[in-house]
């Protein structure tokens, strides 16, 4: 079974964790994975949007601290970064379908391209939440 699983259905690209088991919890390599992911999305004139979500009742139960004890970051850009600069690249609407408790950080944007996030519990959006496309 593939930890990441991609769906191009028309311009929206699926993007599934897929370790339900385990809570979708990321291991090294699944930060890799969706690092490239991320950048082939944003360089691909067939995406327009990306929908990320986690398979069974949990988006993401944070890291895989059994294989990051057996693999711990080496010299160099770490996958973490990898994907944290992929995504501060990003310049395409990206949703995030979160199921269960979750906490989101990011940067700030510029002017000339803010940042927004709306972060939904169940069905319904949070107060105060607010959102930009």
């Not at 370790?19 to 291991?27: G, Q, S």
């Not at 990051?68 to 609407?93: V, Y």
């Amino acid at each position: 079974m593939d930890d990441i699983l991609t769906e191009l259905t028309g311009t929206i690209l699926k993007v599934q964790l897929n370790r339900p088991v385990k809570k979708n919890a990321m291991t090294g390599a699944m930060y890799a994975t969706l690092a490239d992911v991320f950048k082939d999305a944003n360089a691909s004139d067939r995406v327009r949007v990306v929908l990320w979500h986690g398979a069974g009742d949990c988006f993401c139960s944070g890291n895989d601290v059994e294989d990051f004890l057996k693999n711990p970051p080496g010299p160099g850009q770490s996958p973490q970064e990898s994907l944290m600069q992929a995504l501060l690249d990003f310049d395409k609407p990206l949703v995030v379908a979160v199921d269960g408790k979750s906490t989101i950080s990011c940067r700030r944007g510029t002017s000339a391209r803010p940042t927004s996030i709306q972060l939904c519990a169940g069905n319904r959006v949070c107060d105060g939440a607010s959102w930009a496309i």
